[in-house]
């Protein structure tokens, strides 16, 4: 089973820049997931799709990042202005709604962002 | 100025040894306790859970043990190899939500 796919695996850019990164869930898996992990730190919740709808955006910030998952499948996340403090890894991962007791998620390698 | 990521507890284990890494948590209404393992250069990887009403679960050469009384998570690792050099982060959630929140993460390095 192939696992989910992120690129780029890198990027660098300046401040006041934009960026956007994609995501490809493992396949059948209906829910998505952004989080962004600052060095030293554990992975934080951005946003949650079930399917092509917006389940939990609680912690994204709206003024400057924005998600979508078209068609249910794919899904891009992109910032615009970027800042300095917003240098971290962009994880993504999946989860299939396998009845568990919780839903069990797949991370994909990470998007490396630095911001100068 | 630039931001700066908080600085990772660190344990260093010999080779063969067992390897303890211990985890706080806040939330009582959790029913899940995870373990991830996260290599470098990769994302976090499942390892073992727990459910809140058990104490101890093992797994292959991993143990979790559980301590609702005072909120503690560890993890054992039985004879640590040097593949087993990465971050560990516990992580809980509950049942009814499809959310998972991660604590924070302790470097594990192996000594040859």
């Known amino acids: 089973e192939a696992g989910v796919a992120q690129s780029p695996r890198y990027k660098i850019i300046e401040k006041r820049q934009s960026v956007a990164f994609w995501c490809n869930p493992i396949?059948?898996?209906?829910?998505l997931y952004w989080y962004q992990q600052i060095l030293g730190q554990g992975p934080k919740l951005l946003i949650q799709?079930?399917?092509?709808?917006?389940?939990?955006d609680s912690q994204l910030p709206k003024d400057r990042f924005s998600a979508e998952r078209l068609k249910g499948v794919d899904s891009t996340l992109k910032i615009q202005p970027a800042k300095l403090e917003d240098s971290a890894v962009y994880l993504c991962?999946?989860?299939?709604?396998?009845?568990?007791?919780?839903?069990?998620?797949?991370f994909g390698p990470g998007t490396r962002l630095t911001v100068l | 100025g630039e931001s700066v990521g908080l600085h990772l507890p660190t344990l260093s284990v010999q080779e063969g040894d067992n390897s303890i890494i211990n985890c706080a948590y806040s939330?009582?209404?959790?029913?899940?306790f995870i373990w991830y393992k996260q290599e470098s250069g990769k994302g976090p990887q499942f390892i073992i859970d727990?459910?809140?009403?058990?104490d101890k679960r093992q797994g292959q050469r991993v143990t979790v043990l559980l301590n609702k009384t005072v909120k503690h998570l560890s993890l054992q690792i039985a004879a640590t190899q040097p593949g087993d050099s990465a971050v560990y982060f516990c992580?809980?959630?509950?049942?009814?939500?499809?959310?998972?929140?991660f604590g924070s993460g302790t470097r594990l390095s192996i000594r040859p």
């Open positions: 991962a999946s989860s299939p709604m396998r009845g568990r007791a919780y839903n069990e998620q797949f």
């Open positions: 396949s059948g898996h209906a829910t």
């Open positions: 799709f079930q399917n092509n709808g917006v389940v939990d």
């Open positions: 939330n009582s209404a959790s029913d899940y």
């Open positions: 727990i459910r809140s009403n058990m």
């Open positions: 992580a809980e959630t509950y049942s009814s939500a499809s959310k998972i929140i």
